[in-house]
Structure formats: structure tokens, C-alpha cells
């Protein structure tokens, strides 16, 4: 075994042999012996089980090779988000901690536990048991030293050598190894990358439990997907198909794991077993096809990576910069092919400068146009929105107030534009953005809350009356959601209507009864929502009018143009990127 010396497992063997009378010994006993030194019978005989999380489950509490089992409730485990690969930590939501010798356990915050703990630093070297103790007695908080040190371990990147003293120190103290003490071990490991270390604690685990926890799956994936026996991974990921539904992060290791070693068609396959179980790929795990992928002149191939670059179209993804550099050199090595790439800003008619092919335009046709808004009246409107609050005959006053006025050229979400200076009064915000908004004679409605007629001290009187000379206005009930307002208004004024909101409008669109409608609604959304930026100090208001291209990856066959962000963020619909990446061949004259 890694974790422990030959000659121990050999003194091992003999000592159990001279006990073999007393009554059999299990495989996972034995391991955890040699694992951490226990130098007895006694030792082994009293050793209680792995405590079990809320969800791993014990192989045969039955069985003559079971360890009697303490109850559930002696210690909780209850993994929800697993392995966090971006900290690096394991959540400890809903944990309480065993202390040893028989002391009653007690229940602390983890947060708590993390700001509290958060500047103990773990030994540099390993220790001995008499130093453990030492260290342990001396702690401010002794029943929970083990889970604070493991912390610390994790956190620092301790020596392995170091946290498997302190294992071995709690074998030989009393017999018993906390499920997630355990599980923080095994963390440390795959974050060092130990693989021999990694299987021999998932021998112990999987020995005692016959499922385990999420969380301890998506580590040893992950611990394996990084090692040379990186087709074990494959194995656990059948295996956890038979008991649940696997992680995204159990797939996208497996996958990464595949395009290192150019199995990319092994890769495509989990991907695609990926998407039919909905899990959300990352843009990482879609880096590594292009990364990896590179060179290859694999016409299959070709067309999965298409089809990436097609899935970032209907949902709107738009890669960092670190992605799309990797697609710009995937295209530019395809071998006899002849891609050139180049980072551009289109201008504001739709036409790339690069290689001066015009982009979609952002309007829908008029037959698209009278599908989105049939499907927004009946299932936002009047249909089962949820976000919705507002009475059918408020609602319905608002249509008669609209119909009599039709068509508008701006609908303006009026509290939701107040907001856009803090530092300024409310009124005097919105007043700034109808000055600025009806130039041109453009017709405006602002939607707006009955509370703004009373005058108060954001809400000055003579600043209302002033804007109602300026645009129509209509007051909902200040309990009602305006949002619903907004889409009524807009989408019955017309194609040419365009509206103004901070809001993205993400639970609407998630109202929609299809794929195909939300892709209108987002595209609408794009050509037609104004955005307002913030501005410093005394500076006015600004606008940035709605585009007349559609922001989204587009093909020609011979071209792409792909919009990219300098960094990744959650993809909000009027934060569209404002550069490109221009894709297109270069043929050769014969």
C-alpha cells in the first residue's frame, strides 16, 4: 500500500495470523491497519467504521466482515455542492464534528469555523502521536482540532507525509477516522496529485460503502482523470451511473482526460452523453476540444468543434479571451485549410472590416415577429408567470391605456431607470433620461408606481408634472411587477418600438414554452433593448442604442465571427460583447 511501509504490512500479516482465531478480519480492516499503522489486535478489533456520510452507504451492515456501525446521527455529513474546483475546498454545510474519547459532540458554523480558523497554520513536518497530543491539548478548541488542521492542510498544500501522521495519530488514539476527515484527506491528495494515494483510499471507501456521496466521487474522478491511470475514471464513471445521475464535473474530468491523451472520440461521446442528461458544460471543458484538437485533419472532428461553436450560438455564450485565442489557432492549424484569423470591432452598419461580409441583421422576419409576441402574451402575460404581480383588472385598464395611444417609439421602465445615479434624486434621474430619450419627437411611455405622485423627497412634484408634458406616463400599484407592462407595450407598438431597462429579463424568457421561442426572445432582445451606463460625477446620462446586427457566432461556411468578452461573466442578455474575432479562408490563386 502507498500509505504505509512493506515491513509494516508484512508485521501486519504475521500478528494477524496469530490471531486468526478470535474471529475473521475484513479486506477494508485490514487496509485501514496497514494504512495507518495500528500496531495490535486490540487496536483493529476496537477500530469503529468509517463514519458514514448522509448519502454513502454501508456494503453489509450485517455481514461478518461489517464494523459495528455508530449511528448516523453521532456524526452528519451532508455533502450538497461537492468539490469546489475553483477554491479548492470542501463545503462543510451542515457538518458537526466527532471529538474523541467519548467527549459530546458539538455543533459549530462553518463559516464560523473557516473565519475563526482561518490563520492556523499546519505542522511543517510529520509528528508523532505524544505531538498530536501536544498540539491537540494546547488548542483553544480540541473537539474540533482534527477538522480545523485538516483545513489548514488543504489550504497551505501541506506534505501528504504530514496529514498521514495525523491520520495514524487518530487510528492509534481511538479506532476512529471521521467519513469527512477522511474525504479532506483524499482532497489533499488530488490536489497533489498522489494517485497511488487516491486509489488506496477509494479501495477503503468503496469496500465499506457501497455508494458514496457525490462530493467523494467527483474528488477521486478528478484524482484519476489527472493521473496515468486515468482510464479508472472511466470505470468509477460506469459505476456511478448505477447508482445516480453523474456530475458535470465527474464528465468534464473524464473528458479532459480523453483529450489529453487525443482520444477525441471518446470525448465527443461523453460530451454528448453530457448534454442528453442536461448538464451545462463549462467554457473550460469546450477549451480543452480546441486545445487539443489542434493539427488534426479529422473532418468528424471537424464537425463536432463546428457544433461547439453552433451550441455557443443558440444559447448565447460568448467566449473569454483565453477561449477564443484557442479557437483562432484550432482554425489556423486544420491542415490544408487555409483559416485566417483576425480581432476586429464591426462597425455600426453590420459590416466586419476585416473581410467585409455583412452580419445578420437583428430584426425578426415579420412571421418570427407574430410568433414571439402571441407566445409572450399567452405564456408571460396571460399565462402562469409567476413574476408576474398584478391584478387582471389593473392589467387590463393598462391594455385600454395603450391601445388608445399606440404606436409608441421608446417604453421606459421609469423606477428601474431612477436608480441609475445613487448619489441623485430619483426623480431628477428619470427626468434626465426622458430629456435625453425624447429628442427627435420620439414618443415615450414610462411606466412608472403610484408612490411617484406623492410628493416625497425623491419624488418632487414639479419635476413629475414637468415630464408628463414629455411623454405619457401610467402609475401601476407600487405591489406590481412592471415588467410584463414593458413587453406589452413594446411589442405591440411595433418592430420599431425599443425599450429601456436595467433588468435582464431572465425570468421571462425562462417563461417561454420552447427552445426555438426563447432564441426569438433573446435576439428581439438584443436589437431592441437601449442600455444606460452609468455615469461619474456631474457627467449626463448615456445610451447605448440597441444594435442593428445580431451579436451572436455566425457562419457563412467560408467565414466566422465569433463576439468574445476579455473575461468571462455570467451572460446577462444586454451585456453583449463589443469585439470580435473574424474567421475566414484565404485560397490560394491557381
Keep these: 500500500m502507498a500509505l504505509f511501509s512493506q515491513t509494516g504490512h508484512q508485521g501486519l500479516q504475521g500478528l494477524l495470523w496469530k490471531c486468526r482465531m478470535f474471529r475473521p478480519v475484513s479486506r477494508c480492516q485490514q487496509l485501514f491497519a496497514v494504512s495507518f499503522g495500528i500496531p495490535s489486535w486490540e ?38 455542492k461537492g468539490w469546489d474546483e475553483e477554491t479548492k475546498e470542501i463545503p462543510e454545510e451542515k457538518l458537526s464534528f466527532p471529538s474523541s474519547a467519548g467527549a459530546p459532540k458539538k455543533r459549530i458554523s462553518p463559516i464560523a469555523l473557516r473565519h475563526k480558523f482561518a490563520n492556523v497554520q499546519p505542522p511543517e513536518k510529520p509528528l508523532q502521536t505524544e505531538e498530536w497530543n501536544r498540539l491537540r491539548e ?75 456521496e457525490s462530493g467523494a466521487y467527483n474528488l477521486i474522478v478528478r484524482g484519476l482523470s489527472n493521473s496515468d491511470q486515468w482510464r479508472k475514471a472511466l470505470t468509477l464513471l460506469e459505476e456511478i451511473k448505477k447508482a445516480m445521475i453523474p456530475s458535470r464535473g465527474n464528465y468534464e474530468s473524464c473528458i479532459k482526460a480523453a483529450c489529453r491523451h487525443q482520444e477525441m472520440t471518446l470525448a465527443c461521446e461523453l460530451y454528448h452523453e453530457m448534454l442528453t442528461k442536461d448538464l451545462v458544460p463549462t467554457l473550460d471543458v469546450l477549451q480543452a476540444f480546441f486545445d487539443y484538437s489542434r493539427g488534426m485533419k479529422d473532418p468528424e472532428l471537424q464537425k463536432e468543434l463546428f457544433g461547439i461553436l453552433l451550441y455557443f450560438r443558440e444559447n448565447q455564450i460568448y467566449p473569454h479571451k483565453t477561449l477564443m485565442r484557442s479557437i483562432k489557432l484550432w482554425f489556423e492549424s486544420i491542415p490544408g485549410e487555409n483559416w485566417r484569423g483576425n480581432l476586429t470591432n464591426i462597425t455600426n452598419s453590420g459590416q466586419c472590416p476585416v473581410c467585409s461580409h455583412q452580419l445578420e441583421d437583428s430584426e425578426l422576419s415579420e412571421e418570427e415577429y407574430n410568433k414571439l409576441s402571441e407566445r409572450i402574451i399567452r405564456d408571460v402575460i396571460h399565462g402562469t408567470d409567476t413574476f408576474r404581480k398584478t391584478s387582471p383588472q389593473e392589467f387590463e385598464a393598462f391594455q385600454t391605456f395603450v391601445e388608445n ?13 431612477s436608480h441609475i445615479k445613487p448619489r441623485k434624486l430619483q426623480c431628477e434621474n428619470l427626468f434626465e433620461a426622458v430629456n435625453c430619450l425624447a429628442k427627435n419627437n420620439a414618443r415615450l411611455l414610462v411606466l412608472g408606481r403610484k408612490h411617484m405622485l406623492v410628493n416625497s423627497s425623491n419624488w418632487k412634484r414639479e419635476i413629475m408634472k414637468e415630464m408628463q408634458n414629455k411623454a405619457d406616463f401610467f402609475f401601476a400599484e407600487n405591489i406590481s411587477e412592471d415588467d410584463a407592462f414593458l413587453l406589452y407595450a413594446t411589442l405591440r407598438s411595433g418592430k420599431r418600438c425599443k425599450f429601456v431597462t436595467r433588468d435582464f429579463l431572465r425570468d421571462h424568457k425562462a417563461c417561454l414554452s420552447d427552445s426555438l421561442t426563447r432564441h426569438l426572445f433573446r435576439k428581439w432582445q438584443r436589437g431592441h433593448q437601449i442600455v444606460l451606463l452609468p455615469s461619474v460625477g456631474a457627467n449626463p446620462i448615456k445610451f447605448l442604442p440597441a444594435f442593428s446586427y445580431d451579436i451572436v457566432v455566425q457562419t457563412t461556411g467560408d467565414t466566422w465571427h465569433i463576439p468574445y468578452k476579455d473575461v468571462y461573466e ?19 490563386r491557381v
Design 405 to 417: 395611444r399606440l404606436p409608441f417609439d421608446i417604453v421606459i421602465d421609469g423606477l428601474n431607470v
Design 138 to 212: 494546547s488548542f483553544q478548541s480540541p473537539e474540533i482540532f482534527e477538522e480545523v488542521m485538516f483545513n489548514s492542510m488543504i489550504r497551505y498544500n501541506s506534505s501528504i507525509d504530514v496529514a498521514k501522521s495525523l491520520l495514524t495519530h487518530m487510528a492509534k488514539s481511538n479506532g476512529d477516522i471521521g467519513y469527512n476527515l477522511l474525504i479532506k484527506y483524499l482532497a489533499l491528495c488530488v490536489q497533489q496529485g498522489k494517485t497511488s494515494e487516491i486509489c488506496d483510499v477509494y479501495d477503503i471507501l468503496k469496500i465499506r460503502f457501497k455508494t458514496l
Design 43 to 80: 487496536k483493529i478489533s476496537c477500530f469503529s467504521s468509517v463514519t458514514s456520510s448522509s448519502t454513502a452507504l454501508p456494503a453489509d451492515p450485517k455481514g461478518a466482515d461489517a464494523f459495528p456501525t455508530k449511528k448516523r446521527s453521532e456524526v452528519v455529513y451532508e455533502e450538497e
Design 570 to 588: 455570467e451572460k446577462y442578455s444586454y451585456r453583449v460583447p463589443r469585439k470580435w474575432l473574424c474567421l475566414h479562408r484565404k485560397y490560394r
